[in-house]
């Protein structure tokens, strides 16, 4: 579509999505059983052990304090480009599309990489079951009935994004309670904020991994044309998400630590042949081998439900950047009955095909290069667009005349902003001894981000040259009440 006018307008399905919903959309992209059982053992081991659940509550505060800029500003911007609308609306447009095409790259490297983790651990979980397929066999069937979900009603895939984190919190906690029935090892009263614990260890890499189980909360928003009363379900939606999520982690982390003991903890997670079985071990002890093998099941459902929460995410990215001009038009329409982005999510489901393929071709690992190498490329990448976003709020409040305090405007936004921008540096400069990957490997991977940012600029460069009106409302609420504006 290169002219000024816009013949169509194609909505996603408005008042579809209730708080409660939403709320765990957003949780389940969390994926809190797979944070629980894969990247909490690897955190205690390779970050400050013991000290993990207090960081969850230092982090929650941070995240807290992000958020406060961030839902001011959603409550008057409402678009479901979420990061790439605030950032085109408060920095420009071609600010907002290297934030665009940032997210893509971003949510598609953490789908891609939850699919090479769904298929590990289902081929390892169901082959204990007798049924032996491949890997990436199990990859496939995750990435197609994800891919049927996002085709269909948003409500569809809500509903059943509900029932699986449920069912995946629910076994955690009968864990948790297991262990504090019977008082653990003996060491439940030792004091999470000890300085001793915080900083014991590598408190760097424990801060990165307590934020990666935070992740998926800044997209409430993406849901804002969709949302019943946007303007307060989606700051509820997430500070709700993120109080949750830091709750489970931190009263279930304390109560890991306390089944084995807060010396006995690192050394036990040492001595087992992978870090993951630590929570199924714990889980067999307190409550029983049914509980565990229950919970191994319910890990392949967390993953799936936080894939298909990404996946999501893409196909309203992919949406947005089509209806808006910064990619090809035909990803920016609806469904003519479901009234769902399904042009995105077809698209995002054959390019999640073709890399699971590629990678089952060559024989790469799912786990230790799908999953350990892509997923941290997409933690700095939302990292990245976290920190821009928290500016975007200065920015498009010292432009725009509120009644809005100091504090949610300026002060929490330049103290998350540069909080993020710090964890953001460290990912990338610590990313190949995260990953494993070595040379020019372990810097080109994360500067795929960089790299998209200037695909990014340049497609927005361009919509600017070839049709300036739809430049200068490039995430703008036009497109949310369906009034193409000025266009």
Do not use: C
């Not at 894969?38 to 958020?67: D, K, Q, S, Y």
């Not at 949510?107 to 990489?113: D, E, I, L």
């Not at 864990?175 to 004091?191: C, E, H, P, R, T």
């Amino acid at each position: 579509m290169s002219s000024e006018t816009v013949t169509s307008v194609n909505k996603l399905r408005r008042n579809s999505i209730g708080l409660a919903l939403l709320t765990f959309m957003v949780i389940s992209a969390a994926a809190p059983l797979t944070g629980v059982a894969g990247a909490i053992p690897i955190a205690m081991l390779l970050g400050n052990g013991a000290g993990v659940p207090g960081t969850f509550v230092i982090m929650a505060v941070v995240m807290l304090v992000w958020a406060v800029g961030f839902v001011t500003l959603a409550r008057y911007i409402k678009n479901a480009g979420a990061f790439y609308a605030y950032s085109a609306r408060a920095l420009g447009g071609k600010t907002g599309g290297m934030v665009a095409m940032i997210a893509l790259l971003s949510y598609n490297a953490m789908m891609f990489a939850l699919m090479g983790l769904f298929g590990g651990i289902a081929a390892s979980v169901f082959g204990g079951f007798g049924i032996n397929l491949p890997w990436y066999v199990w990859s496939l069937i995750g990435v197609l009935l994800i891919g049927f979900l996002g085709y269909r009603q948003v409500e569809l895939s809500a509903k059943v994004l509900f029932v699986l984190v449920a069912l995946e919190v629910l076994i955690a906690l009968i864990v948790d309670f297991a262990i504090l029935k019977q008082g653990g090892a003996g060491q439940l009263s030792y004091n999470i904020f000890d300085p001793n614990l915080l900083f014991s260890g590598s408190a760097g890499a424990a801060i990165i991994f307590t934020f990666g189980s935070f992740i998926g909360v800044e997209a409430s928003a993406i849901y804002a044309e969709e949302a019943r009363d946007p303007a307060r379900t989606v700051p509820r939606a997430t500070y709700l998400a993120i109080i949750l999520i830091a709750a489970f982690y931190t009263l279930t982390t304390w109560l890991m630590v306390g089944a084995t003991g807060v010396d006995k903890l690192v050394p036990t997670i040492g001595a087992l042949p992978d870090p993951t079985a630590y929570f199924f071990e714990i889980a067999g002890q307190y409550a029983g081998g049914g509980v565990a093998t229950a919970a191994g099941l319910l890990l392949v459902t967390s993953i799936f439900a936080s894939a298909s929460a990404m996946h999501n995410f893409i196909a309203r990215y992919f949406y947005v950047t089509g209806r808006e001009g910064i990619l090809p038009s035909f990803l920016g329409v609806t469904h003519g009955t479901h009234q769902s982005p399904h042009a995105g999510s077809v698209t995002q489901t054959l390019m999640a095909v073709v890399v699971v393929g590629l990678f089952a071709i060559f024989g790469l690992d799912p786990i230790l290069t799908l999953f350990t190498w892509v997923a941290q490329i997409s933690v700095f990448g939302i990292l990245v667009m976290m920190a821009i976003t928290s500016f975007a709020v200065i920015a498009y409040f010292r432009s725009h005349k509120t009644d809005e305090s100091g504090f949610k405007t300026f002060i929490a936004p330049l103290l998350s902003g540069v909080a993020m921008a710090l964890m953001a540096a460290y990912v990338y400069y610590n990313f190949g001894p995260s990953t494993g990957t070595e040379g020019l490997l372990s810097f080109a991977l994360p500067s795929l981000v960089a790299l998209f940012a200037v695909i990014g600029y340049v497609a927005a460069a361009r919509l600017q040259s070839r049709a300036p009106k739809r430049f200068a409302a490039m995430g703008d609420n036009d497109w949310a009440t369906g009034d193409p504006g000025a266009w």
